[in-house]
Nanobody, 125 residues
Framework: VQLQASGGGLVQAGGSLRLSCAASGLTFSNYAMGWFRQAPGKEREIVAA????????DYADSVKGRFTISRDNAKNTVFLQMNSLKPEDTAVYYC???????????????????WGQGTLVTVSS
C-alpha cells in the first residue's frame, strides 16, 4: 500500500490550496481516509476524515467551514480543499487510510494503518 500526498506549498493568509493523496496497492473504496497535520513543535492532529464511500465527513473544529475533504474512488484519490488559510494552518499534512467494513469515519491517529509521506503547507501572514 502506498499513499502519495501532494499539493502543498507557500500561500498567503486568506488563500487556498488543494491537497491530493493518490493511493495504490489497495481497494481504495474499502478504506476510510483522513488528513492529519503536524505543526513544528506540536503533536500530529486530525484535520478531516471521510468514509469509504465519501458520504460521511467530519472535521476538526479549527478547520470547520474552511476545509473540505472529498474523494474520487474511481481515481483512488482523496482531496483536501483548504480555503481561508491562516498562519496557524502551517504544518506538514499527512493522508492516512484504514480498512473499513462500514461507512464510518476515523478521527484518531491510532485507527489508521497506512500513512503518506506528508506535504508541507506554509501560510504566510
Amino acid at each position: 500500500v502506498q499513499l502519495q500526498a501532494s499539493g502543498g506549498g507557500l500561500v498567503q493568509a486568506g488563500g487556498s490550496l488543494r491537497l491530493s493523496c493518490a493511493a495504490s496497492g489497495l481497494t481504495f473504496s474499502n478504506y476510510a481516509m483522513g488528513w492529519f497535520r503536524q505543526a513544528p513543535g506540536k503533536e500530529r492532529e486530525i484535520v478531516a476524515a471521510i468514509s469509504r464511500s465519501g458520504t460521511r465527513t467530519d472535521y476538526a473544529d479549527s478547520v470547520k467551514g474552511r476545509f473540505t475533504i472529498s474523494r474520487d474512488n474511481a481515481k483512488n484519490t482523496v482531496f483536501l480543499q483548504m480555503n481561508s488559510l491562516k498562519p496557524e494552518d502551517t504544518a506538514v499534512y499527512y493522508c492516512a487510510g484504514t480498512f473499513s467494513v462500514r461507512q464510518t469515519m476515523r478521527m484518531k491517529e491510532n485507527e489508521y494503518g497506512y500513512w503518506g509521506q506528508g506535504t508541507l503547507v506554509t501560510v504566510s501572514s
